[in-house]
Nanobody, 128 residues
Framework: QVQLVESGGGLVQAGGSLRLSCAASGRTFSRYTMGWFRQAPGKEREFVSANRWSDGRTYYADFVKGRFTFSRDNAKNSVYLQMNMLKPEDTAVYYC?????????????????????WGQGTQVTVSS
């Protein structure tokens, strides 16, 4: 069982920045594929970013490229999402997700169904 705890959400004005954190339990964190997803009211959960443990490759959704940056610190069992140039349409609950071992290729990394464990989410609200 892996527990994920997100933090760092809040209210920010458009153009501002936030840094989300996700702390994971477990002793094999370096072998977790980690992802960030978000869900706005009335919408499906959507992919934001993911990092593949096997080669360190990071994926981003098109709508966050150039604005959001994924990072991980295996020594701290943590991943982060630095969000810059935030827009009102970025308002959502942001979730951290993990898959222990395994290997995602291409679209798998974007798929909600690929991930085994989820955090409780952290609210991000961007005002215009």
């Amino acid at each position: 069982q892996v527990q994920l705890v997100e933090s760092g959400g809040g209210l920010v004005q458009a153009g501002g920045s936030l840094r989300l954190s996700c702390a994971a339990s477990g002793r094999t964190f370096s072998r977790y594929t980690m992802g960030w997803f978000r869900q706005a009211p009335g919408k499906e959960r959507e992919f934001v970013s993911a990092n593949r443990w096997s080669d360190g490759r990071t994926y981003y959704a098109d709508f966050v490229k150039g604005r959001f940056t994924f990072s991980r610190d295996n020594a701290k069992n943590s991943v982060y999402l630095q969000m810059n140039m935030l827009k009102p349409e970025d308002t959502a609950v942001y979730y951290c997700a993990s898959r222990v071992g395994g290997h995602c290729s291409g679209s798998d990394c974007y798929d909600v169904q690929f991930y085994d464990y989820w955090g409780q989410g952290t609210q991000v609200t961007v005002s215009s």
